[in-house]
């Protein structure tokens, strides 16, 4: 669909609701008018409310609240969630939630509902982020072209967006669930071990924030020492504390497969322009992130090491930035 511009739309379409419902946290914002950004951000637990609409409920009341005479009724709204779409059912991979888009859209009584992937809307706010939103040890991506954008979160999203003669298109995808593969004989014990505890082992099942102690416990089980179990926060800690050996190997693991995993997403995609790391987990990493082998592992492709060196990879910073893709996706459908 082609980029519409923001002043070109209608005010008759407003305000505008965007949410990016994760497996864990739902955040929503709000659109007044064609002229403003997005405001009265709020993130809700998902865990906390039995589907959407009772989240998106409990969000317009509290708006409705602050804004009093000056509230009005959303017209538009566009929900980002992690989980494919393909159909009027949606059911969420790793939450409770499911929802009939035919039904929320009369729950809320919009005139436009729209529903994506939360990676394809992360996907098209990439043309827009700023520097600021933005960080990396190298040269930011070149917004032209095609990029690509990989996460890990609850789960870990992939998609990509092409820049076009009528704007860009988002490219969605479950990228996040082709099989991982391994990069040095301790990886393929690691991968061994872990594909005698499920039939497939992707990318997501140890790059992720479900994935974390899976990982953790296959690189305790290689090492040949015990470990106690877990949360993805503690190993986070404990490993960028170096105050345990395995925590300390397990973030050393998933920087090094999360570096050749985008390295094979932006072969994929032919993501010339630049890689994006979005996701909760990356961010907590701090400056080891930059310190670790991810770099190193994104490029070592063999006989393409020269064409991945050129591709600047970069951490987004800005947790609101789906948010924005979601805006960009109404844009795209509401003249």
């Known amino acids: ?32 008018r064609k002229d403003a950004g997005i405001e009265f951000v709020r993130t809700l637990p998902v865990i906390g409310f039995t589907d959407p609409v009772a989240a998106t409920n409990a969000y317009l009341a509290d708006l409705a609240a602050q804004l009093k005479e000056d509230y009005q009724a959303p017209r538009c709204a566009a929900f980002a969630v992690a989980t494919a779409v393909a159909s009027d059912q949606v059911v969420f991979t ?24 939360d990676f394809e809307a992360l996907a098209l706010s ?46 969605p995808g479950e990228g996040g669930h082709a099989t991982l593969a391994a990069g040095d004989e301790f990886e393929s014990a690691l991968l061994n071990h872990v594909r005698t505890l499920y039939p497939h082992v992707s990318a997501e099942r140890l790059l992720s924030g479900i994935g974390l102690p899976v990982l953790h416990r296959a690189v305790a089980t290689v090492m040949q020492v015990s470990t106690t179990e877990l949360s993805a926060e503690a190993i986070v800690e404990q490993g960028l504390a170096n105050s345990d050996p395995v925590c300390a190997k397990t973030l050393d693991i998933f920087c090094a497969l999360l570096g050749s995993f985008a390295g ?72």
Request: glycine content about 12%; proline content about 4%.
């Open 1 to 32: 669909m082609a980029s519409v511009s923001m002043n070109k739309l209608s005010s008759t379409t407003f305000p505008w609701l965007v949410a990016d419902i994760g497996g864990s946290n739902a955040r929503f914002g709000w659109i007044a």
């Open 94 to 117: 790793n939450s409770h939630w499911s929802f009939s888009r035919a039904a929320v859209q009369s729950a809320l009584q919009l005139d436009t509902f729209i529903v994506l992937n």
């Open 126 to 171: 990439l043309p827009r982020l700023s520097a600021a939103q933005l960080k990396s040890n190298g040269p930011l991506p070149v917004q032209t072209g095609t990029l690509a954008v990989i996460g890990p979160g609850t789960g870990l999203g992939v998609a990509g967006v092409i820049e076009t003669k009528k704007g860009w298109i988002a490219l």
């Open 264 to 335: 094979s997403v932006a072969l994929i995609l032919g993501a010339r322009g630049g890689v994006y790391i979005g996701g909760g987990i990356v961010p907590r990493l701090g400056d080891y992130f930059f310190q670790s082998r991810f770099r190193e592992r994104f490029e070592a492709k063999g006989r393409f090491d020269g064409y991945l060196k050129h591709i600047p990879t970069a951490l987004i910073t800005d947790t609101l930035a789906a948010l924005t893709g979601a805006a960009m996706a109404i844009e795209q459908q509401v003249e």
